[in-house]
């Protein structure tokens, strides 16, 4: 895993090279053709990854992105009517069944179809009608690193492509050199701090959700540890009831219109004794790790990245072995 992750830095810059005419084709596509709809089909990380996908479709080009469950078509045999939507499917070995089962429904049902996938002779890259390879390599640790990122990266180049934002495709470019940065960025006060806990919330809004759900995942999968994600707004129904003295809790916090409501979060569940680390600037009474200031876009990225690094040695300190999480296999297939 720990090998796994560091190599994100290089996957990046070669994804983007390698995909550039890829994506630029996609996008004109997509700009001649736009969907009424997005529908994402994933498991897992990749689920999480869709998340992202979710919030960075609506806020940039104000296309309406749905999570289609995949059991719809593989267990109950129905199909969406969604004949003008595109299908964006997310997986890493490209060939579970129900994922599979998912985008010929869709298809069936006049949409069309994006398939990012690590494996590029996967029945899913066949299935599809367009596909952006992860470009991630071999991935052996059960636990997704450097693939997940390679999905949030490139869903970013596909996104600053088909919406036009050069902005946002400068930044994507200088991601690479950030990369390597926020895999040395200190996140040892995480380490120290939740050595010795049971469970955590793990909290991020808009683009920040994915990523805490993806660090929620995580810490179940290599640290044996009950995290759960929730936005900044959904903790507040309900969940807060379990936040008292000492309940620990992770968030992540990009500098975009949510900071602030997230800042307000914080300040709240210090003053009930909560123990709260932030990823990024942390008001009074929080821990701070140290963010690599980026585009509030690609942030995000980078504090999974930072992340990663020190999930590891929590699963280490907790005397685990990240590489191999009890019950896990590193292709799920399911129905």
Not at 26 to 39: I, W
Not at 48 to 54: D, I, L, V
Not at 215 to 242: D, N, Q, Y
């Amino acid at each position: 895993m720990f090998a796994e992750a560091k190599q994100a830095a290089a996957v990046v810059a070669a994804q983007g090279a390698a995909n550039a005419a890829r994506i630029a084709a996609l996008a004109l596509n997509l700009r001649a053709t736009p969907p009424s709809m997005v529908l994402s089909c994933a498991r897992g990380s990749s689920d999480h990854a869709a998340t992202f996908a979710k919030y960075l479709i609506e806020t940039r080009l104000g296309i309406a992105v749905a999570s289609q469950a995949p059991s719809i078509a593989s267990v109950y045999g129905m199909a969406p009517r969604a004949p003008d939507a595109l299908c964006l499917a997310i997986s890493q070995s490209g060939k579970s069944p129900d994922i599979l089962a998912a985008v010929e429904s869709s298809s069936r049902a006049g949409a069309s179809s994006v398939a990012l996938v690590n494996v590029e002779d996967s029945p899913l890259a066949n299935l599809a009608d367009h596909v952006i390879p992860l470009r991630a390599g071999p991935e052996l640790s059960v636990a997704a690193t450097k693939s997940y990122i390679a999905t949030i990266a490139a869903l970013i180049d596909l996104v600053a492509a088909w919406s036009g934002d050069r902005e946002l495709a400068t930044a994507l470019a200088a991601a690479p050199g950030q990369l390597e940065n926020a895999w040395a960025a200190d996140w040892s006060p995480l380490v120290e701090r939740l050595r010795d806990v049971r469970g955590l919330y793990v909290i991020g809004r808009g683009l920040g959700l994915g990523i805490a759900q993806e660090a929620a995942l995580k810490f179940k999968e290599t640290c044996g540890l009950h995290a759960e994600a929730f936005s900044a707004a959904e903790v507040r129904h309900g969940p807060m009831a379990l936040v008292k003295q000492g309940f620990p809790l992770l968030v992540f916090r990009q500098s975009d219109e949510t900071e602030s409501g997230i800042d307000d979060l914080i300040s709240e569940i210090v003053a009930r004794g909560g123990e709260v680390i932030v990823a990024g600037p942390a008001p009074r009474g929080a821990i701070a790790l140290p963010s690599i200031s980026a585009h509030p876009v690609i942030e995000p990225m980078l504090q999974i990245q930072s992340f990663y690094r020190a999930v590891n040695a929590l699963s280490v300190a907790r005397g685990l072995d990240p590489d191999r999480p009890p019950y896990l296999a590193k292709v799920t297939e399911t129905l």
